[in-house]
């Protein structure tokens, strides 16, 4: 009896681990099984196969757009909040690339996870080291110290306004002045903007990178 895939019905031969059309591992079972029962004779090593990662062609995609996208993605970029889906989308595209150089061209989820991991790291790393040399420039370079000065005392305002809202006194409202307006305070809050936006990059890469498995992997209409 002819072997077919499950998934695309295209012909397999007895060695096939994965359909040579579609990818999907092949679970196939040998009847001189001990048990008798007849257990899988390749799914196992199919799907080992599947979540093992090539990672010198991986790197190479995921570096080839994790940089420009960490790029797009620094606290001065223009795409604002919209930064964090393109990282998403660099993700998901690292793991098409990935995939193209691989045969058969499979991933499961947890690999393209693994893959938009490295991609949120780069990319993270990278919007980290923009942001950090925007800043310096801004104020040593152009000598623009005195606007981001300003703009800091604005958004300080802005929260005292939201606090005073919320009842908080006078008197814990101008401590917290005197924290945030001394240089400690504004490189820590400074520092910290620069972390939980390397740690939403991070999160949205791998994000991407499992998604971009779960829908790349989908099945394959038969060819007619």
Not at 123 to 129: K, S
Request: net charge positive; hydrophobic share 50%; with cysteine.
């Amino acid at each position: 009896m002819e072997q077919t895939c499950s998934r695309c019905h295209q012909p397999l031969t007895e060695e096939d681990r994965f359909c040579p059309s579609c990818g999907l591992p092949q679970l196939v079972y040998s009847a001189d099984s001990s048990s008798g029962a007849g257990q899988p004779d390749r799914w196992g090593e199919a799907v080992r196969d599947a979540g093992a990662i090539q990672w010198k062609p991986a790197l190479r995609a995921a570096l080839s757009l994790a940089i420009p996208a960490g790029l797009f993605c620094s606290m001065f970029s223009p795409l604002g909040i919209f930064g964090l889906i393109f990282m998403m989308g660099a993700g998901a595209w690292v793991v098409a690339l990935y995939m193209r150089s691989q045969r058969p061209a499979w991933i499961t989820v947890s690999a393209g996870a693994r893959i938009g991991l490295v991609t949120g790291i780069v990319g993270a790393w990278t919007a980290a080291a923009m942001t950090g040399l925007s800043l310096y420039a801004e104020r040593f370079w152009f000598h623009q110290g005195g606007a981001f000065d300003d703009q800091w005392r604005a958004s300080l305002s802005r929260a005292n306004q939201f606090w005073t809202s919320a009842g908080i006194d006078a008197q814990t409202i101008a401590t917290l002045d005197a924290k945030f307006l001394s240089p400690e305070g504004r490189a820590a809050s400074v520092l910290t903007t620069i972390v939980l936006l390397m740690a939403a990059l991070l999160v949205m890469g791998v994000a991407g990178g499992a998604l971009g498995a779960r829908f790349l992997a989908r099945p394959r209409r038969p060819e007619s």
